[in-house]
């Protein structure tokens, strides 16, 4: 059986949100920023070059859509009107899978505090 490998590449981005949950006067309704990392994954076998795909190519993609979203308001992009870590998941998803079939995973994280969310697929 050929074995199969997962290639990972990470981004980052700084933006501000607001969610719309909770009391009227929560903390989260109020604009604040937070630094995210994104790290995407993609599976496959090994190619005759010896890697699964040049891990160069998935480095542009992900920092092209990190860079869409860098220094603005998540609120304002179409499918992160509610931009939770799990909107996010599958904003990159969305974006990344055309060129990347084999896509496996997106993780998205505010590491200054802990949290993170993946999306498998
Ligand atoms: N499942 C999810 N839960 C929450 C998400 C999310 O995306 N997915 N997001 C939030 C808010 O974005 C919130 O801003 C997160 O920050 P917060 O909980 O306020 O964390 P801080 O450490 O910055 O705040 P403290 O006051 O220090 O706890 C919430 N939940
Ligand atoms: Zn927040």
Same mark, same amino acid.
């Given at each position: 059986?050929?074995?199969?490998?997962?290639?990972? $590449?990470?981004?980052?981005?700084?933006?501000? @949100?607001?969610?719309?949950? *909770?009391?009227?006067? @929560?903390?989260?309704?109020? /604009? @604040?920023?937070?630094?995210? $990392?994104?790290?995407?994954?993609?599976? *496959?076998q090994m190619q005759d070059a010896g890697w699964v795909a040049d891990l160069e190519g998935l480095d542009t993609a992900l920092k092209s859509v990190a860079a869409e /979203?860098?220094? *603005? /308001?998540?609120?304002?992009?179409?499918?992160?009107?509610?931009p939770t870590l799990e909107r996010l998941c599958l904003y990159f998803a969305e974006r990344l899978t055309p060129?990347?079939?084999g896509l496996s995973r997106v993780e998205i994280s505010r590491p200054t505090i802990g949290e993170r969310c993946a999306l498998s697929l």
């Open positions: 059986m050929m074995p199969v490998f997962e290639i990972t $590449k990470a981004a980052t981005f700084d933006a501000a @949100h607001y969610i719309e949950q *909770g009391p009227a006067d @929560h903390r989260y309704r109020k /604009l @604040h920023g937070h630094s995210f $990392k994104v790290e995407a994954s993609v599976k *496959g /979203l860098d220094h *603005g /308001l998540l609120n304002d992009r179409p499918g992160l009107e509610s060129a990347f079939p």
